[in-house]
Each structure stands twice: as structure tokens, then as C-alpha cells.
């Protein structure tokens, strides 16, 4: 949240709600290299922007999401 201390505000595209906490599956350009090598986020999934649009187009309220270290 935007007024807790740790909070903060992105400007991300393709944002899809996760968990009503604040977790989001979204676009991060910012660490393309990064994702599925090295913890990038702060608890959020982030996709390369052609994979998160794909996802935004894809998933339906009830899908699961399933994340594997």
C-alpha cells in the first residue's frame, strides 16, 4: 500500500490483481534480464511486456496461478 512504509507506486501495463494484499502479475520492462534468475520484485509477479499482455488477454477471474521457486 501507498501508505505503508515499504510502499510504493509503479507505472506498469497489464496489471491483473493476485491477491487482495497487492500482489499483481504486470508488465516490468525495467528487469527483463533479470526475471527467472534473481528475486527483482517486491512480491509481485513481473512479465516481460509481451508476456504480460498475453497473460492480461488470457486469464479469467478464477484461474489459478501457481508460482515455483
Known amino acids: 500500500p501507498l501508505d505503508d512504509p515499504e510502499g510504493y507506486l509503479i507505472d506498469g501495463e ?3 490483481r493476485v491477491t487482495w494484499g497487492g500482489v499483481y ?3 516490468a520492462p525495467w528487469s527483463v534480464d533479470a526475471q527467472g534468475s534473481a528475486n527483482v ?10 508476456n504480460a499482455e498475453w ?3 488470457m486469464v ?3 484461474d489459478p496461478v501457481t508460482v515455483q521457486a
Open 55 to 57: 497473460y492480461f488477454d
Open 60 to 62: 479469467r477471474v478464477g
Open 14 to 16: 497489464f496489471g491483473v
Open 41 to 50: 520484485s517486491h512480491g509481485c509477479i513481473n512479465l516481460s511486456p509481451e
Open 25 to 27: 502479475v504486470h508488465s
